[in-house]
């Protein structure tokens, strides 16, 4: 089965900077998404990051605030940008494709990053 | 937009009995719902899906129905073990291939 990998797994950084957290898939997929997931709480969209173009940010996520890039099929970056504590959260990678036997539209998760910011 | 309302927030169970994890949608639209199991400190892990064509699908002890209609599917766990205590996520499949996730089950099978 495809493994999708992500780094760092974890970080505590300061307020006011910024962190860049890298997705990797091993094989080529359709679609690559990054979400939040707040302590003790559900999954929520920050965007699809769209292969060789401009991010599709849901309502309530700008790109200032969290920049993404995806170069290629297999790997995508998220950055969380000018960090405070309510950005305290885990930062976690999805991908859409005919991997690991699943159909077209099955959605598989990254390990996640644990940010903390202090 | 969907929204999804997933209930119980928590649920316990005694080893050995079923747990049953309620979840409605807004959006006709939808067609498919994945059940996602998060265990603490992991990443959530697909334990079963459902389209819209299909009214149940078992997978072992685990089954999902859906009933189109009335807009709500559920997740059916049997026999249940400690090792299937864990946080439950149902999920709404929208345009563009994007999830909209309930609020979480948190089941605890006591032994």
């Known amino acids: 089965s495809a493994v999708i990998s992500q780094k760092p797994s974890r970080d505590i950084c300061q307020r006011g900077t910024s962190l860049t957290i890298q997705c990797q898939v091993d094989s080529q997929v359709t679609m690559m998404f990054w979400y939040r997931q707040q302590p003790g709480q559900s999954l929520t969209l920050i965007a699809t990051a769209n292969q060789g173009s401009e991010a599709t940010y849901e309502s309530g996520f700008v790109i200032d605030k969290f920049p993404i890039s995806r170069p290629n099929l297999t790997f995508s970056t998220l950055t969380v940008s000018n960090m405070s504590p309510e950005d305290s959260s885990i930062y976690l990678c999805?991908?859409?494709?005919?991997?690991?036997?699943?159909?077209?539209?099955?959605?598989?998760f990254g390990p996640g990053t644990r940010l903390t910011v202090l | 937009g969907e929204n999804v309302e997933q209930h119980p927030s928590t649920l316990s169970v005694q080893e050995g009995d079923s747990a049953v994890i309620k979840c409605t949608y807004s959006d006709s639209a939808s067609n498919y719902f994945p059940w996602y199991k998060q265990e603490l400190g992991k990443r959530p892990q697909l334990i079963i899906d459902i389209r819209s064509n299909v009214g149940e699908k078992k997978d072992q002890r685990i089954a999902v129905t859906l009933n189109k209609t009335a807009k709500h599917f559920s997740l059916h766990i049997t026999e249940t073990q400690p090792e299937d205590s864990a946080v439950y996520f149902c999920a709404a499949h929208i345009y563009g291939n994007k999830l909209v996730f309930g609020a979480g089950t948190i089941l605890r099978v006591k032994s």
């Open positions: 999805s991908v859409v494709g005919q991997i690991a036997g699943g159909g077209a539209d099955t959605q598989y």
